[in-house]
Each structure stands twice: as structure tokens, then as C-alpha cells.
């Protein structure tokens, strides 16, 4: 039976665990590699299953611990070619990670994964669908502003939906945010 944990949710990091008998994916990796390493061991899995990182757009939320988390697990890496870009402007990226640009169906052990685009603030920011080896269908969609049509569609089906919805122009200006992430 496939599983789906959320590690982390918010400002601070962001992480989920897919795993199945073929090992684990883990959806971001915001949190410190040592955080996600305790948050998996509290779900009953392990670092050394993670097969594979799926990362939905590059702002450090997101992406804080990939780094150490590839170091130590030599994980692919699945992402849009333009948050690979960023990602390897900001030194996040190791020589040899393997990078699969999620512009087709992409298989990591028993698992397949489609990427989507998402509506968020930054190019190249995508949201997946798993189709696990139950038969199961788990859609992600994070930071989106809007739920598009492509967005609609590549979700329908899904048996668990992750989703996370936080624009809102009134909070946004209203709130105490720095002007640099309101201009964002």
C-alpha cells in the first residue's frame, strides 16, 4: 500500500513523503536535511528510501534542505528546466545529480509522475499527480494562486489531493509584509 505523509507545511518549509515498496519521493525538500531525516523516521521511513526529489518551484520554502538531502540520499532530481536553472545559479545543485526536466511522464521505481504548471510568482513552478502501484491517483499543488483549467484537469481523478492556496491581494497588502515580497 502506498503511503502519503506531509512532513512540513508553511513559511517555513515545505516537504511530503510518497512511498511504496520501491522506495520514497519526497515532494520539496524545505526543511533542514536533519529536520525531514527526524520527520521521516516519525512516519516510519528513512532517509536512504528516498529514490527521488520532486520539486515544485525553487523559493527556499521549498528548496532549504535539497542540497544536503541530495548529498545524502543521490536522488534524482524531478523539476521544471527553468527552476534547474535557478537552482543551479544558487549552488544548490550537486555535479552529478541527476536531473529529469518533468515535460513527459517520468517513472521513479513503481511510481509515475505528471508535472503541471501551477500559477505561482515565479517561472517554472509546477504541481504533480502520482499514479502509485495501488492503483491510487495523489495530485500536489502548492502556492497556487488560481486553479487553472490545466491545473483542473490534471488533478481530476485524484483519489487525495494536497493543496495549498495562499494569494489573497487583500492579505497581501494589508499584512505586515516586507514591500519586496509584496512588489513579489
Known amino acids: 500500500m502506498s503511503r502519503i ?4 507545511s508553511g513559511s517555513t518549509g515545505n516537504s511530503t513523503y510518497v512511498g511504496t515498496k520501491s522506495g520514497g519521493i519526497l515532494i520539496d525538500a524545505g526543511a533542514s536535511c536533519k529536520g525531514i531525516n527526524k520527520a521521516l523516521q516519525n512516519v516510519n521511513a528513512e532517509l536512504s528510501e528516498i529514490k527521488a526529489i520532486a520539486v515544485t518551484h525553487c523559493h527556499d520554502d521549498h ?4 542540497r544536503a538531502v541530495l548529498r545524502k540520499t543521490k536522488a534524482k532530481l524531478i523539476c521544471s528546466e527553468k527552476t534547474a536553472e535557478i537552482l543551479a545559479e544558487k549552488n544548490v545543485l550537486l555535479p552529478e545529480t541527476e536531473i529529469l526536466i518533468n515535460d513527459k511522464n517520468i517513472e521513479v521505481g513503481d511510481t509515475e509522475i505528471f508535472a503541471f504548471s501551477t500559477s505561482h510568482d515565479v517561472e517554472g513552478s509546477l504541481g ?3 499514479f502509485l502501484p495501488d492503483g491510487k491517483k495523489f495530485s500536489v499543488c502548492t502556492d497556487t494562486g488560481v486553479i487553472t483549467d490545466e491545473i483542473s ?4 481523478g485524484s483519489d487525495l489531493i494536497l493543496l495549498e492556496s495562499n494569494h489573497d491581494i487583500d492579505m497581501l497588502k494589508k499584512g505586515p509584509y516586507p514591500p519586496f515580497l509584496k512588489v513579489r
Open 5 to 8: 505523509c506531509p512532513l512540513f
Open 63 to 66: 528548496v532549504k534542505g535539497l
Open 128 to 130: 504533480y499527480s502520482f
Open 153 to 156: 484537469g490534471a488533478i481530476d
